[in-house]
Nanobody, 119 residues
């Protein structure tokens, strides 16, 4: 009913930049909060950044000042611009959206995209 698809991961050197993109599609009435989470091997999934439909943002302390989240409400997309990347940013990055459809509201996840930062 709702699909969430990420793109833009890859391999980058320390100090480099990447941009992740995510698009939600389907029978969507509205999306309140969209965000990015990440999971490194052996670790739990953690919040990276979220943004509401009104533009309010929240960042993990570890990425503040380096990552920027943005969204296009009309297109149901959210981007994550990552600068000054560090090896500890290496993880699978997941997009999430809290989506309201004709059957109710649920949290939807993408399949994940790998980000690898080499030292």
């Amino acid at each position: 009913q709702v699909q969430v698809v990420e793109s833009g991961g890859g391999l980058v050197q320390t100090g480099g930049s990447l941009r992740l993109s995510c698009a939600a599609s389907g029978r969507i009435f509205s999306i309140n909060r969209m965000g990015w989470y990440r999971q490194a091997p052996g670790n739990q999934r953690e919040l990276v950044a979220t943004i509401t439909s009104g533009g309010s943002t929240n960042y993990a302390d570890s990425v503040k000042g380096r990552f920027t989240i943005s969204r296009d409400n009309a297109k149901n997309t959210v981007d994550l611009r990552m600068n000054s990347l560090k090896p500890e940013d290496t993880a699978v990055y997941y997009c999430n959206g809290f989506v309201r459809t004709d059957t109710g509201a649920n949290s939807y996840w993408g399949q994940g995209t790998q980000v690898t930062v080499s030292s």
